[in-house]
């Protein structure tokens, strides 16, 4: 079945530093979804990406999507610690499952 | 504008004991979703269920789990003689339409954190 691979599991990062989010697929998407998943909490829904190359901005959140339409990223610029959490990106099936990336973990310390 | 809602938010079964999990999906979306997720892991589709209809289960272990989604009520998700590996939180989701249909996000529940003893 269509799996969507996401690096790295983990990050830790000084509050202020960078930090980015890698999924890849080995099949053509038609679109990806981003969600934040706070400690405890529930998945919340950031973004959608439809177009090839896709870039959009959200304050300190970029997101890209990829020429290939294989790949995507989330790019956080001076990092919070509102930051903290769990950044996943999901590939929506045509039967109308999310199919979920291992997620990134995000620590920030202040 | 009452988000998803499920019930309970905690629950703790003996092993042999039936748990039964409840969503009702935000107002107007009639596409309800449930996902498990482990502890340090992400998110495994589960079942997928329009009102009355199960569209598609293909992440539904095939004994002792059930999902429904009636006519009138909340969605249901049905555990049968739960066992240690059943302890995760499940989330329930909704949306408008189907992805597919001009892919729309889901909106997800807080959750039900389920124990085994």
């Known amino acids: 079945g269509q799996q969507v691979m996401q690096i790295p599991q983990y990050q830790h990062v000084q509050e202020g530093e960078d930090f980015t989010t890698y999924c890849n697929s080995s099949?053509?998407?038609?679109?990806i979804q981003w969600y934040k998943q706070r400690p405890g909490g529930h998945p919340v829904f950031l973004i959608q990406?439809?177009?090839?190359?896709e870039v959009k901005k959200q304050k300190r959140l970029t997101f890209q999507f990829g020429e290939a339409k294989k790949n995507s990223s989330l790019h956080i610029t001076a990092t919070q610690t509102t930051d903290v959490g769990t950044y996943f990106c999901?590939?929506?099936?045509?039967?109308?499952?999310?199919?979920f990336g291992q997620g990134t973990t995000l620590q920030v310390k202040p | 504008n009452a988000g998803v809602m499920q019930n309970p938010r905690h629950l703790v079964r003996r092993r042999g004991q039936e748990a039964r999990l409840r969503c009702s999906p935000m107002?107007?979306?009639?596409?309800v979703y449930w996902y498990r997720q482990l502890p340090e892991e992400g998110l495994k589709f589960m079942v997928y269920?329009?009102?009355?209809?199960?569209?598609?289960e293909s992440g539904m272990p095939k004994e002792r789990f059930s999902a429904e989604f009636p006519k009138e009520g909340p969605s249901i998700l049905r555990i049968q003689q739960v066992v240690r590996g059943d302890s995760a939180a499940y989330f329930c989701?909704?949306?408008?339409?189907?992805?597919?249909?001009?892919?729309?996000?889901?909106?997800f529940g807080d959750g039900t954190r389920l124990s085994i003893l």
């Open positions: 999901a590939v929506p099936s045509n039967t109308g499952k999310l199919i």
């Open positions: 269920l329009q009102k009355e209809n199960i569209i598609d």
């Open positions: 099949t053509t998407l038609s679109n």
């Open positions: 990406l439809v177009k090839s190359g």
């Open positions: 989701a909704s949306s408008l339409t189907r992805p597919g249909q001009g892919a729309q996000p889901q909106h």
């Open positions: 107002k107007g979306h009639s596409h």
